[in-house]
């Protein structure tokens, strides 16, 4: 910008460009700038510079700081790099105006949460520039503020003194005597030496028990900020380190399900649930009765007493006959049936349907999205295809996952997010599920879920009776709130579903008896 314009500007335009002069110097600095204390790498430069960039948090964190003391910017990268290389770095010759870093760096290093970030971080560059923002933008109002820039005053001073070298040197060369130091050298000694004591005086001035105290809260934060991502991850089924679909890396989901959490607090309430309601699943699953092996299909040798033919068993009425068939079944060679069990070859969707009303929103929606994700854990471990809506007068939400083909976290989460409000009707939803339904066909025990509170009818019954019994499919209703329970005659989910669960009132924390047989019916599908 040139002097004119600079004198054009005037109020907040003026304040403004020099807040972007700041953070473009102090990025310039995360990447170029010299090292404080030790020796970071060019990648972890690069991702650090990479992490600060174009965001808005990071931005004022490195404005604010750099502000404070010229280094910031030299600091948050070696915290950066520390972290994401597990601590292994080269030392160097700390200079007198980085005594501050070098303190602050071994305030962390006496902290064991420190060293256990240090491991969950390495290789991590979410995590490690999660870590790593976390620290700074506590640690940015502890840092003593410094009046004089001792890296302008030690940048300044050595300019100098390498012009005044070369003069030397080529007066030298000519046979010439030295010329003395230029007075402006002279200024920027002194300047420095001035930032230098002043930096030394500052960081003897740091209060080491608040700045650990600001550490300790720094990294617990963050630990908890990681955990609640990890846990989100897990939920919908996505390991912390899968990469999403297509280019999406590992980072970018992550940063993606962050951006979610800090959105929408009720997500976390629907993935706390949905961990509950995974055990109940797991447990209804476990105690369902599996046919075992029951057709005879052949005769084979072996030694199971159960299956052997009946010549064989008369020989145990005969005190030698006995030991031949001990012989025989110790050698494994008594003569036994072989039996098979008959297992379908595939099995049909899941199909999740959830009212979307006004009535629906606060504990009703929360309990019926944690169902509906326990469902499509379900549907994942039967490999199963799983379809979800929400539906108000009319479609409001779908998601749907083929089988095999997991859906990355953030569609998942905004399956579960969605919440628009409105009146209540049946038949957008029914005549959803059943196309989803009739794309496999050929696949048996396909499962419609329907959750709702309303008191509604469906006013297209006949026409999802018949193709309900076209396709084998069943409906299985979970009637929340007295409207839905008391709700009886043609079109009400009593005349669709195969069963209603009734829930009359719904309790999150402490669930009754009737969200509990719900829950169980629908999870042992």
Same mark, same amino acid.
């Given at each position: ?7 054009? +500007? ?7 460009h ?44 490195l ?14 990268r070696e ?7 597990? $601590? ?26 420190w ?9 991590d ?14 640690l ?21 003194k ?44 740091? $209060? ?35 990469a999403?679909?297509?280019?999406m ?6 940063r ?10 009720? +997500?976390?309430?629907?993935?706390? +649930?949905?961990?509950? +309601?995974?055990?109940?699943m ?56 072989h ?5 379908p ?25 944690a ?12 490999n ?25 976290p953030s ?28 794309k ?15 008191d ?36 009400s ?5 195969e069963?209603v ?25």
């Open positions: 910008m040139s002097v004119y314009s600079q004198h054009a +500007l005037s109020g907040e335009a003026l304040i403004e020099a807040r972007a002069q700041t953070i473009k110097r102090a990025h310039q600095q995360m990447r170029h700038g010299p090292d404080l204390t030790r020796t970071v790498k060019t990648w972890p430069r690069m991702q650090a510079e990479y992490t600060m960039r174009d965001k808005s948090g990071p931005e004022e964190m404005a604010e700081g750099t502000k404070r003391v010229s280094g910031w910017s030299g600091f948050v915290v950066f790099g520390r972290l994401y290389t597990g $601590d292994k770095l080269r030392g160097t010759d700390v200079k007198p105006e980085h005594a501050w870093a070098s303190q602050m760096h071994s305030m962390l290093d006496d902290l064991p949460e060293q256990r970030m240090t491991q969950r971080c390495r290789g560059s979410y995590s490690t520039s999660a870590a790593t923002m976390g620290l700074s933008q506590k940015t109002a502890q840092v003593p503020e410094h009046r004089r820039d001792a890296e302008e005053a030690r940048r300044r001073f050595e300019l100098l390498e012009e005044w070298d070369d003069a030397k040197e080529a007066a030298s060369q000519n046979g010439e005597p030295p010329p003395p130091p230029p007075p402006e050298m002279r200024q920027a000694k002194n300047d420095l030496d001035a930032a230098r004591a002043e930096a030394e005086a500052c960081a003897g001035n740091m $209060d080491p028990s608040a700045m650990r105290q600001t550490m300790r809260a720094a990294l617990a934060e963050t630990n908890q900020h990681l955990d609640d991502i990890d846990s989100t991850l897990r939920a919908v089924g996505w390991g912390s380190q899968d999403g679909p297509g280019d890396s590992a980072d970018a989901v992550k993606d399900v962050a951006a979610r959490l800090e959105q929408a607090d009720r +997500l976390r309430e629907i993935m706390d +649930l949905a961990g509950r +309601l995974k055990n109940v797991r447990e209804a699953q476990a105690a369902k009765v599996r046919h075992g092996c029951s057709e005879i299909t052949d005769i084979e040798t072996g030694a199971d007493v159960a299956r052997l033919l009946p010549n064989e068993a008369a020989l145990m009425r005969h005190p030698k006959g006995k030991l031949i068939l001990f012989r025989k079944m110790l050698e494994r060679g008594a003569l036994q049936y039996l098979e069990g008959k297992e070859t595939g099995r049909g969707p899941v199909v999740v349907c959830i009212d979307d009303s006004g009535s629906m929103n606060g504990n009703r929606d929360v309990w019926a999205k169902l509906a994700l326990a469902l499509l854990e379900m549907a994942r471990k039967q199963r295809h799983y379809a979800f809506c929400t539906f108000s007068t009319q479609l409001t939400h779908t998601f749907v996952e083929e089988t095999g083909k997991k859906s990355s569609v998942v989460i905004d399956a579960l997010l969605a919440h628009r409000g409105g009146g209540t009707a049946f038949d957008p939803p029914l005549t959803w599920a059943l196309e989803q339904v009739e496999h066909d050929k696949l048996k025990d396909a499962d419609v879920v329907f959750i709702s509170d309303g509604c009818r469906a006013n297209k019954l006949d026409e999802h009776r018949r193709r309900l019994a076209k396709t084998g499919a069943r409906v299985w209703g979970i009637a929340v709130g007295p409207s839905a329970v008391n709700s009886t005659g043609e079109g989910m009593q005349s669709f579903c069963k669960y009734p829930v009359t009132e719904l309790h999150i924390d402490s669930p009754g008896e009737q969200e509990q047989a719900a829950a169980r019916g629908v999870l042992g599908l």
